[in-house]
């Protein structure tokens, strides 16, 4: 059975980076897209961004700018970075797994990590 | 972006009854659709991908339909567990957009 197990600070102050990391259990790593999105009460789901086993990247043009996503496939993990975090930055982020496309369809996340509060606050 | 809305916001219910959402979409997608139900303190769940096909170990009373820009996710009969939020997602163009959410009641 996958698990995804995330971690990370949960208080950051105003201009910090928000720093989380994502370990995949019990699965493999490759033949997905490992994806992260973030809940808040405002904006609901967002989809952030996600990366593959091969380093291909897809980016949410919203926050590109300062977001960077990276994985170690050593360790079956993936990372997210975002930069100068704000109070509008504040919300539960996920990991979460998609399997791609495929001829025959397209899929949603079926794998999800637990959640990780993140608050922005100086 | 494609926008995603839902409606109705919220439904109360009982136990036994029929409930369909609707979830629409501002522009076409090839109906790759996806449905979760998210309960409080937790992450969301896939019921359905692709609009109408039933994710592995989800119960036969959840059921999609619809293509283009309109989408349903019904509930057969309900059951007091299936009270929780229900999203819907358009899961083939970037960036992915999910809809705002419909809170499920029990009465």
């Known amino acids: 059975q996958v698990q995804l197990q995330q971690w990370g600070a949960g208080l950051l102050k105003p201009s910090e980076t928000l720093s989380l990391t994502c370990t995949v259990y019990?699965?493999?790593?490759?033949?997905?897209?490992w994806s992260w999105i973030r809940q808040s009460p405002g904006k609901g789901l967002e989809w952030i961004e996600e990366i593959n086993h091969s380093g291909s990247v897809n980016s949410n043009p919203s926050l590109k700018s300062r977001v960077t996503i990276s994985l170690d496939t050593s360790r079956n993990q993936f990372s997210l970075k975002l930069t100068s975090v704000t109070a509008a930055d504040t919300a539960v982020y996920y990991c979460?797994?998609?399997?791609?496309?495929?001829?025959?369809?397209?899929?949603?996340?079926?794998?999800w990590g637990q959640g990780i509060m993140v608050t922005v606050s100086s | 972006d494609i926008q995603m809305t839902q409606s109705p916001s919220s439904v109360s219910a009982s136990v036994g009854d029929r409930v369909t959402i609707t979830c629409r979409a501002s522009q076409s997608f090839n109906n790759w659709l996806a449905w979760y139900q998210q309960k409080p303190g937790k992450a969301p769940k896939l019921l359905i991908y692709?609009?109408?096909s039933l994710q592995s170990g989800v119960p036969s009373r959840f059921s999609g339909s619809g293509s283009g820009t309109d989408f349903t996710l019904t509930i057969s009969s309900l059951q007091p567990e299936d009270s929780a939020t229900y999203f819907c997602q358009q899961a083939n163009i970037f960036p992915f957009t999910f809809g705002p959410g419909t809170k499920v009641d029990i009465k």
């Open positions: 979460a797994r998609r399997k791609p496309c495929d001829v025959t369809s397209c899929y949603g996340f079926d794998q």
């Open positions: 692709a609009a109408s």
């Open positions: 019990g699965g493999s790593f490759s033949g997905y897209y």
